[in-house]
């Protein structure tokens, strides 16, 4: 006989046990269709022709044995886990004076009434990709921002993707829009074409 015993850290963890339920749901899938062609549809699962543990260790069985069977350089699966992380805690929260010393946010509210406010969005620590400056060009994580929140060419009757599109300003920065999200929509090749033709003079 062989035992198994062992530890994984959690994302180790977290896809074997995925890939080990896939093939144990399979399993039981089989076993259930099985049991419901010999004894009808009032079956249970204390009827299945494989009790849930035994159907675990074939399982295992059934993953190595599928591990072997794949051709070589096939393409490896997405990651069987999913995380979720709150913005904050992937970007860090920055709450700091230019020259870095960490000040807390309540100690800058009385100063918020006679403060200018400027913002900046970073890509990574040390890249800055927006400034509340204008800008000519939608870029970096403004561009995306745009994308994400629109997903459409904005011209009503089309639906080119966004993630293909042109950011187009929709106060034009001709005439003092500024390159930020709330001011950027996607525009497919053809419409941000057609939209700049008629808006020039004639
Ligand atoms: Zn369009």
Redo the contacts with the bound molecule.
Sequence with gaps: MWFLDGRLDPIGGAVVAEALRRVEDELFRADWAEAKAQLGDAVSASQLARSAAQRRADALVELATRAQTAPAGARRPEPLFTVLVGYETLAGRICELADGTPVTPGSLVPWLDRALVERVVFAGPDRVVNVGARRRLFGGATRRAVQVQSRE???PY?D?PADY?QIDHIQPYAAGGATIVDNGRP??A??NRQRHQLARPP
């Design positions: 060419c904005f011209h089309c080119q599109a525009a497919c053809y419409h």
